[in-house]
Each structure stands twice: as C-alpha cells, then as structure tokens.
T-cell receptor
Framework: DAKTTQPPSMDCAEGRAANLPCNHS???????VYWYRQIHSQGPQYIIH???NNETNEMASLIITEDRKSSTLILPHATLRDTAVYYC??????????FGQGTELSVKP | EAEVAQSPRYKITEKSQAVAFWCDPI?????LYWYRQILGQGPELLVQ????????DSQLPKDRFSAERLKGVDSTLKIQPAELGDSAMYLC??????????????FGPGTRLLVL
C-alpha cells in the first residue's frame, strides 16, 4: 500500500506557481521522498527526490518539512505542458516504487 | 539524453493469443523493471531483474506471464494466453546500481495493450 496521501486533483493558472502537497506521516528515517509525473498516455517521468533537505533542479523544487511528515512539490511557473498526474512516493534507498493514485494537476490558460 | 526504449507502442490482440513486449534499458543500467498500469491507477511492479537474474517476481501472474533478460541487457515480457483483463499499459524502467543500491528509476514510454 502507498504510504502517501495526495489530493486527487488540483487546478493552477498558467504562469503561476503550482504547489502540490503530499503527506507521509509514517515515513522512516531511511526513506526518500520521490516525485514522478505522468502525462497522458506516456510513461512516468522522474522529477526530483530528497531525504530531508530541500532540493531544486531545473524542473521543480521539493520542500520537506523539518519533521519529514509532509512535503510540497513546487513548479515555479506552470505551463499547459505541466498538466499531468503527479505521484509522491516514499522509498527506502534501493527499495520498491509503490505508486498511489497521485494528484491530477490541470494547468489552465 | 539516454532513454528507455519500448516496442511496440500499441498492441491489439484477441483473447487467448500470445503477445510479447520488448524493452531496451538505458545503457549501463543493471536493474530492469516491468510494471503494469491499469487505466486510472498507478503502475504496479510485475518483475525486477538484476542483470540477467530475476530478483522479484512476486506480483507476476506466472501461469500466463513470463519475462526474460537473457544477456542482461534488453528484456521481453510475454503473455500467453492473453485475457480481457490484461488490457493495460505495460511500462519498463531501468536504474543504475551504485554501491549495491538501485538508484532512481527511469521509465520508457510504455506499450498499451488492448485485448478484444
């Protein structure tokens, strides 16, 4: 079973920041938070992952709370091409990826 | 940028027929995964290979599904006979192994199977 809770859907205006929340209150000390997204009819795309520090790459930023029980994925300037299902997954190093239902993000013009 | 390749992208077959999917992982990735994704759900792991060896096939329906990675590079997933409930997206992923640990998984575009 997935160890994360995400809202089923969210809307975001094009050009604005998209903030996608994820709860993982039972996360263990050796588990990483991973984010993938899946655009319709494509394979999942890796976005970012982190352990306890905030992370940023060319796609997004990942903010993890100090107690590590929740995190937020931030897409700083959402575009229509960011419309996708976003999956938040907790995974021990080398462990399985267990996908939940994810958040369906709709970016609207 | 290196990518995981899969073929075919789409497959339509009739129930009781055999069907096969092919995956070529990113070069140098020792670990290869096959997932199944039913419409509206997240992907579920079917089988995991480390080089040519199966390390996890606990969720693979072994009565009709088989997977092989004979030379530890590309892989084939076969279904025989196909059933209506096998209609799904079949995804392949691969990852590096560093210091004995599987790193980030990268996915291919998937093969969408429709069984009639």
């Amino acid at each position: 079973d997935a160890k994360t809770t995400q809202p089923p859907s969210m809307d975001c205006a094009e050009g604005r920041a998209a903030n996608l929340p994820c709860n993982h209150s039972t996360i263990s000390g050796n588990e990483y938070v991973y984010w993938y997204r899946q655009i319709h009819s494509q394979g999942p795309q890796y976005i970012i992952h982190g352990l306890k520090n905030n992370e940023t790459n060319e796609m997004a930023s990942l903010i993890i709370t100090e107690d590590r029980k929740s995190s937020t994925l931030i897409l700083p300037h959402a575009t229509l091409r960011d419309t996708a299902v976003y999956y938040c997954i907790v995974r021990p190093q080398g462990g399985k990826l267990i996908f939940g239902q994810g958040t369906e993000l709709s970016v609207k013009p | 940028e290196a990518e995981v390749a899969q073929s075919p992208r789409y497959k339509i077959t009739e129930k009781s027929q055999a069907v096969a999917f092919w995956c070529d992982p990113i070069s140098g990735h020792a670990t290869l995964y096959w997932y199944r994704q039913i419409l509206g759900q997240g992907p579920e792991l079917l089988v995991q290979f480390q080089d040519e060896s199966v390390v996890d096939d606990s969720q693979l329906p072994k009565d009709r599904f088989s997977a092989e990675r004979l030379k530890g590079v590309d892989s084939t997933l076969k279904i025989q006979p196909a059933e209506l409930g096998d209609s799904a997206m079949y995804l392949c992923a691969s990852s590096l192994v560093l210091a004995g640990v599987q790193e980030t998984q990268y996915f291919g575009p998937g093969t969408r199977l429709l069984v009639l």
